[in-house]
């Protein structure tokens, strides 16, 4: 299986303190991968490290067999065009409706007809059955169709990676079950995912590979793991 991104030896400092240290790991294309850790493990860093919103202090990334420069602004901005997201605060724009909200990324890419997005736009939606939503604003829904949403305008984009961030700590667990399953779907069809999180009960019914963080280093990395070693 091809490996899509690969960390070698990274390290994070941010203002003296080592957040990352030494961190190796390889993801393969279509995997879905948890990391899970208590507070201050350093999960959000790393998650901003693999999408180089953070820069690294030391080591190497490799995407697709190819080493990352991140001196060089044209190879992050090409590199960043694969990596889609998905926070635990939805991020919608207020002044847009739900159908604006999910084609604001292919606008601001600038490469697409008005009818190729709006195709794209209406296929991720309809992935997450929010069709019928499409002119709602965000005040106007649920917690768990502003999260809907969020994945919509991370699908839109057709992005290698998914990185998602704690995607349902604001949801309950219905909503929160929903959401899996649509991010089940979407790893089905061959999307990466790497997820954080601190919910035991999705990452053990998940049964996937589970990578557990501790002070800034990996101490777990297990293929079908559960959320605390047995």
Do not use: W
């Given at each position: ?121 209406l296929d ?18 649920s917690g ?24 349902t700590a ?61």
């Open positions: 299986m091809l490996i899509i991104i690969e960390l070698v030896d990274v390290n994070k400092i941010i203002e003296d303190t080592l957040i990352l240290n030494k961190i190796n790991l390889s993801i393969a294309d279509g995997e879905f991968v948890f990391v899970v850790g208590k507070s201050g493990s350093g999960k959000t860093t790393l998650l901003k490290t693999l999408s180089f919103e953070k820069r690294i202090s030391k080591g190497e990334i490799f995407f697709n067999e190819k080493l990352m420069n991140q001196n060089n602004q044209l190879e992050m901005r090409n590199y960043k065009r694969n990596i889609g997201f998905i926070f635990q605060d939805f991020r919608l724009i207020q002044s847009l409706n739900v159908f604006e909200n999910v084609a604001y990324p292919l606008e601001i890419q600038g490469i697409y007809t008005g009818k190729e997005v709006k195709k794209r736009v991720a939606l309809e992935a997450v059955d929010l069709v019928g939503l499409k002119k709602r604003f965000s005040n106007q829904l768990g169709e502003k999260q809907r949403v969020a994945i919509a305008r991370a699908l839109v984009g057709n992005f290698k990676i998914l990185i998602a961030d704690e995607p604001n949801l309950d667990p219905s909503n929160a079950n929903e959401i899996m399953n649509y991010l089940n779907k979407v790893n089905a069809l061959g999307q990466t995912i790497i997820m954080a999180t601190h919910n035991s009960r999705i990452v053990n019914q998940l049964n996937s590979r589970v990578i557990e963080l501790d002070n800034g280093k990996i101490i777990r990395d297990e293929k079908n793991g559960q959320y605390y070693k047995e």
